[in-house]
């Protein structure tokens, strides 16, 4: 069977998958900056040393670079203003709104868990790079860097990517600061900068990254991202095109909708052409020859033009990953202004459940040999289809209450449950919004969803949880409970 790739659809605002560049369906951006989600061949001679340090995080082999921090000794807060993690401390303030549910979290890298379904999908884009795209003297192209902290500067997580100061994305509602300065990266595009800064211009960084979210089975506040970029120099784009010697990267030119004021048409053609034959090549090496695929045209504030990458997989058309050709002036400010390339970002979590048939992603989380010894095989491409544990019945809560005056957000409010409840609340769904017509107040009534992916709940456990839910919403959050 060949490949067939439909043609392309309409410009859109990104909006999808909760692990990919592409922003959720209630915020453009929020889920954009996962390059996700997601969402290549290396012509550097270049490459990070053991020495090399990016932003102060030392980097390790050449192609490829894991070293997890063990979770029991990742977080601690020695006292109330400050938090200590990763063998650093970090003064909080009063954008600090880390939880130690999230806290928790930090150090786990399932992405380096072997035999883990993330670790199974990071080895097999991985092994596809490392087998196709080889240098001169027969060496892998890409540097893999898959043990970053992830805790990582506001200039790395934002400015560096050129999202403007006021952006939606840099909310306190979507993120998850350590302080004014620090946070815990939104997506593995935080390390773009860095990596080009530090002489590369072909890897992929793997990692966990962090969003203030919805809940339901297919977000949760941690989840694993993988980037990809690739640079290329004047000669190195054009040296296969026939007559291509008096060709260019740049021009003073004009903004369009297909290109930057400063690329010439022939070289964003060129690559945007080369970005997408590496990433259906990658897409039907996972998921199968015959793969549909199509192109959807999009906005990110750090590739131009930008695209999404759909395929159909079991008849469904699915979102699987965001990528564009990188803004210039990213590369220029990184000291790779004779250079022009893309950048792609991709969801682990999202490829696994697709690939796998994972229904919910609190799932990965498990500890459960039953989930666990599903995944361990002769090799990493081994067909595999997830056989559920059991069904077990969910219990379901109503909560109302009345809102604070201006201070509420919705996520702060699901943070909350999170905290309290942890993996035994599967969904969160707000039910109601009611305006008290002489009083102007504001009602909400949401619908708490238990289900434990294990075991069976008992009610008198989920109403201990569901009280104490309750009293920190008023507590915490200043809303009027109607209980």
Request: aromatic share 10%.
């Amino acid at each position: 069977m060949h490949m067939s790739i439909a043609p392309e659809k309409g410009m859109k605002k990104c909006g999808g998958s909760d692990s990919t560049w592409p922003a959720s369906d209630h915020r453009t951006f929020a889920m954009a900056m996962l390059w996700k989600f997601m969402r290549v061949a290396k012509y550097s001679k270049t490459a990070l040393s053991s020495k090399v340090k990016v932003r102060g995080i030392p980097t390790h082999s050449r192609h490829s670079s894991s070293k997890s921090v063990p979770s029991d000794f990742a977080a601690s807060s020695p006292c109330s203003n400050t938090v200590e993690l990763l063998g650093k401390s970090y003064p909080q303030d009063d954008y600090s709104n880390v939880t130690d549910k999230i806290l928790s979290k930090v150090g786990k890298n399932l992405h380096n868990r072997k035999h883990h379904p993330l670790w199974l999908i990071k080895e097999q884009v991985k092994e596809h790079f490392y087998k196709h795209y080889l240098g001169r003297r027969g060496t892998p192209l890409f540097s893999v860097y898959d043990g970053l902290s992830p805790v990582v500067t506001v200039q790395q997580n934002f400015d560096s990517l050129l999202i403007p100061p006021n952006h939606a994305s840099r909310r306190k509602e979507d993120n998850y600061y350590l302080n004014r300065d620090h946070m815990l990266r939104a997506h593995t595009s935080a390390h773009q900068w860095d990596l080009i800064r530090s002489g590369l211009d072909a890897f992929l960084a793997v990692g966990d990254v962090y969003r203030r979210d919805t809940i339901d089975n297919t977000h949760y506040p941690v989840f694993h991202q993988m980037e990809g970029v690739r640079l290329f120099s004047c000669h190195e784009l054009f040296s296969s095109i026939k007559d291509g010697e008096g060709l260019q990267l740049f021009e003073q030119g004009h903004r369009t909708a297909h290109k930057q004021e400063c690329h010439t048409m022939e070289a964003v053609r060129l690559v945007e052409f080369n970005l997408k034959q590496v990433l259906t090549k990658l897409m039907t090496h996972i998921f199968g020859d015959g793969l549909q695929v199509r192109w959807v045209d999009c906005y990110f504030p750090f590739t131009h033009p930008s695209f999404e990458m759909e395929i159909n997989f079991q008849g469904e058309w699915m979102e699987v990953l965001g990528c564009g050709v990188m803004e210039q002036q990213l590369v220029n400010s990184a000291g790779a202004q004779d250079k022009i390339g893309w950048a792609f970002g991709l969801g682990l979590e999202r490829l696994a459940m697709i690939l796998y048939d994972i229904p919910d992603i609190r799932l990965f989380w498990s500890e459960d040999e039953r989930f666990l010894k599903q995944f361990i095989g002769p090799h990493i491409w081994q067909k595999i289809k997830f056989q559920p544990l059991s069904r077990y019945p969910p219990l379901i809560n109503d909560i109302s209450f009345w809102l604070p005056s201006e201070t509420y957000s919705q996520n702060d409010f699901y943070d909350l449950v999170r905290t309290i409840g942890g993996d035994l609340i599967e969904k969160v769904v707000l039910l109601d919004e009611f305006a008290h017509p002489k009083t102007k107040k504001v009602s909400h009534c949401y619908r708490i969803v238990y289900r434990h992916p294990e075991r069976t709940l008992t009610q008198d456990e989920v109403q201990h949880i569901h009280r104490a839910i309750e009293e920190s919403a008023v507590r915490e959050l200043g809303v009027e409970g109607r209980f």
